[in-house]
């Protein structure tokens, strides 16, 4: 990093550029396809323009008008409202209206900060995992785990603050099922995101929430982040602590002994005749000690200065790492599918359906615009060279309503065909009960006629048995209970 300086922040540049792209991708991606489908000669209309060919798989289409529409098709937001308002239904229900995924400049911020954080005491701690290495490798080193390190810590820090979102949503809903003095049950089953959202319109809100969050609290995570950052931020301290304490022994014992030889030196050139003067021996033991006196007190002031230090460092450390956590607490879903949600309603894009259809008249306006276009070239070029004299009129939201279509029809196709399945499972099912009813009490003909079926039939014998089973012990409850009554 000190010797390619320009290289560095070159690597730093393309990193903010590329996290900028990522931010705004979308909008990037719509700017580039329409300035693409304009470009002159080599772009999609002057290309497409080309293609004079009619598509035989729908009467009314030239190939190049298909396959416009297509490519704009992907940035139509083509969805049921009934769709959409079951999704909102979801997070409105799970409690997640509202929030949104953690934004990537939060996990750069985050990342970044810890990183530099735990480079601070990696270094310290590369002279202890890599004894006797090389300053250079050492360094590397360093780097490596303070890449570790920050890894972890972000995972953990961010998996506390959800746990403890999603688990606070809980308790809420525990509190309000006391309150209401547990007339409802707390949970009447997970609820998914393919299941109806008004399956369970008439029970409270708390029913609500836990059948698509969870009835249980849980503090694992949040109690073993807790623990791995006061280790991290102890034996950090403790390490750092006796590298400094290493560093002052060096430095007050080479000072002693920088001394001592200096008296030796002095010595070594007074003149020892009896006629020179020298100074007492009292005297000289007395600078001697002084000189050493303040050799530990300047080690006592860099120790005092060097755990101060330690101690505010350590402080910052835990910050940040209650800033993950509260990073973790403030963004993210706490239902099972409320990140799936929030992503098929567009990502936060649009707050109502309303909303939906905007962003679909933008796009379907300037698609039709630059359909417009390519049928005129068309057209042009089909006078000049071609054969057809068809007359260009459809529109992008007419391909938009045909796909629409084709869709539904698909959808309906589907049903009738499980629907089928479902009839013929539930006729081979009956028919499997009336051979066993047939066979009166003769278990072991029952056992062979079981082990001759498929597996999925015989699951479905097995339930249907259950359910005549408990159907018939209600019976016989609800007779005794007569009975007594």
Same mark, same amino acid.
């Given at each position: 990093?000190s010797t390619?300086?320009?290289?560095?922040?070159?690597?730093?540049?393309?990193?903010?550029?590329?996290?900028v792209?990522?931010?705004?991708?979308?909008?990037?991606k719509w700017w580039?396809?329409?300035?693409w489908?304009?470009?002159?000669?080599i772009?999609?209309? %002057?290309?497409?323009?080309r293609?004079?060919?009619?598509?035989?798989?729908?009467?009314?289409?030239?190939?190049?008008?298909?396959t416009?529409c297509?490519?704009?098709?992907?940035?139509?937001p083509?969805?049921?409202? #009934?769709?959409?308002?079951?999704?909102?239904?979801?997070?409105?229900?799970?409690?997640? +209206?509202?929030?949104?995924d953690?934004?990537?400049?939060i996990?750069?911020?985050?990342?970044?900060?810890?990183?530099?954080?735990?480079?601070?005491?990696?270094?310290?701690?590369?002279?202890?995992t890599?004894p006797?290495?090389s300053?250079n490798?050492? *360094?590397?080193?360093?780097?490596?785990?303070?890449?570790?390190?920050?890894?972890?810590?972000? @995972?953990?820090?961010?998996?506390?603050? #959800?746990?403890?979102?999603?688990?606070?949503?809980?308790?809420?809903?525990?509190?309000e099922?006391v309150?209401?003095?547990?007339?409802?049950?707390?949970?009447?089953?997970?609820?998914?995101?393919?299941r109806?959202?008004h399956?369970?319109?008439?029970?409270?809100t708390y029913?609500?929430?836990?059948?698509?969050?969870?009835?249980?609290?849980?503090?694992?995570?949040s109690?073993a982040?807790?623990?791995?950052?006061?280790?991290? %931020?102890?034996? @950090?301290?403790?390490?750092?602590?006796?590298v400094?304490?290493?560093?002052?022994?060096?430095?007050?014992?080479q000072?002693g002994?920088?001394? $001592?030889?200096?008296d &030796?030196?002095?010595? $070594?050139?007074?003149?020892l005749?009896?006629s020179?003067?020298?100074?007492?021996?009292?005297?000289?033991?007395?600078?001697h000690?002084a $000189?050493?006196?303040?050799a530990?007190d300047e080690?006592?002031?860099?120790?005092?200065?060097?755990?101060?230090?330690f101690?505010?460092?350590a402080?910052v450390?835990?910050?940040? *790492?209650?800033?993950?956590?509260?990073?973790?607490?403030?963004?993210?879903? %706490?239902?099972?599918?409320?990140?799936?949600?929030?992503?098929?309603i567009?990502?936060?894009r649009?707050?109502?359906?309303?909303?939906?259809?905007?962003?679909?008249? &933008?796009?379907?306006?300037?698609?039709?615009?630059?359909?417009a276009?390519?049928q005129?070239?068309s057209?042009?070029?089909n006078?000049?060279?071609?054969?057809?004299?068809?007359?260009?009129?459809?529109?992008?939201? $007419?391909?938009?309503?045909?796909?629409?279509?084709?869709?539904?029809?698909e959808?309906?196709h589907?049903?009738?065909? @499980?629907?089928?399945?479902?009839?013929?499972?539930s006729a081979a099912? @009956? %028919?499997?009960?009336?051979?066993? +009813?047939?066979?009166?009490e003769?278990?072991?003909?029952?056992l062979t006629?079981?082990?001759?079926?498929?597996?999925?039939?015989?699951?479905?014998?097995l339930?249907?048995l259950? &359910?005549?089973?408990?159907?018939?012990a &209600?019976?016989?409850? +609800?007779?005794?209970?007569?009975?007594?009554?």
């Amino acid at each position: 990093m000190s010797t390619s300086t320009a290289l560095v922040w070159g690597i730093v540049g393309i990193l903010l550029a590329l996290t900028v792209v990522a931010t705004l991708w979308q909008k990037i991606k719509w700017w580039w396809f329409n300035t693409w489908v304009c470009f002159p000669v080599i772009g999609r209309i %002057a290309t497409l323009a080309r293609d004079a060919n009619e598509d035989v798989a729908y009467p009314g289409w030239f190939c190049g008008e298909r396959t416009l529409c297509q490519e704009y098709k992907n940035f139509v937001p083509v969805q049921d409202e #009934h769709d959409f308002n079951e999704k909102i239904t979801y997070l409105t229900k799970a409690g997640d +209206n509202g929030r949104r995924d953690t934004p990537g400049w939060i996990w750069l911020l985050t990342v970044s900060m810890v990183f530099v954080e735990a480079l601070g005491f990696s270094y310290v701690l590369a002279g202890y995992t890599i004894p006797g290495a090389s300053e250079n490798l050492q *360094q590397a080193g360093a780097y490596g785990i303070a890449f570790l390190i920050a890894a972890i810590l972000v @995972a953990f820090t961010h998996f506390a603050g #959800h746990e403890l979102y999603k688990s606070g949503r809980i308790k809420n809903a525990r509190r309000e099922w006391v309150e209401d003095r547990r007339r409802a049950k707390l949970s009447t089953g997970t609820i998914p995101l393919a299941r109806p959202q008004h399956s369970d319109d008439g029970q409270p809100t708390y029913t609500q929430l836990c059948n698509r969050v969870g009835a249980h609290p849980t503090y694992m995570v949040s109690i073993a982040t807790l623990a791995m950052v006061l280790l991290i %931020a102890g034996a @950090a301290t403790y390490v750092r602590g006796q590298v400094l304490e290493k560093e002052l022994v060096v430095r007050v014992t080479q000072a002693g002994r920088q001394i $001592d030889g200096g008296d &030796r030196a002095a010595l $070594d050139r007074w003149d020892l005749s009896p006629s020179a003067v020298r100074l007492p021996d009292a005297d000289v033991a007395s600078d001697h000690d002084a $000189d050493k006196k303040v050799a530990v007190d300047e080690a006592d002031l860099d120790r005092h200065g060097g755990w101060a230090t330690f101690i505010m460092l350590a402080f910052v450390f835990l910050f940040l *790492q209650l800033l993950g956590v509260i990073f973790g607490y403030s963004w993210g879903f %706490a239902g099972e599918n409320s990140a799936l949600a929030f992503r098929d309603i567009g990502g936060g894009r649009y707050s109502s359906y309303a909303a939906v259809r905007e962003a679909y008249r &933008r796009v379907a306006d300037t698609a039709q615009t630059r359909l417009a276009v390519l049928q005129q070239k068309s057209m042009a070029r089909n006078s000049a060279s071609g054969t057809s004299g068809q007359h260009l009129s459809k529109t992008f939201r $007419d391909y938009v309503q045909e796909i629409r279509l084709a869709d539904q029809a698909e959808r309906e196709h589907e049903r009738r065909h @499980a629907a089928t399945i479902a009839v013929h499972d539930s006729a081979a099912v @009956a %028919a499997v009960l009336a051979q066993l +009813n047939a066979l009166g009490e003769d278990k072991p003909a029952k056992l062979t006629l079981m082990a001759t079926l498929d597996e999925e039939l015989n699951a479905q014998v097995l339930a249907a048995l259950k &359910r005549q089973k408990q159907q018939r012990a &209600r019976q016989v409850r +609800n007779a005794e209970l007569e009975d007594l009554l």
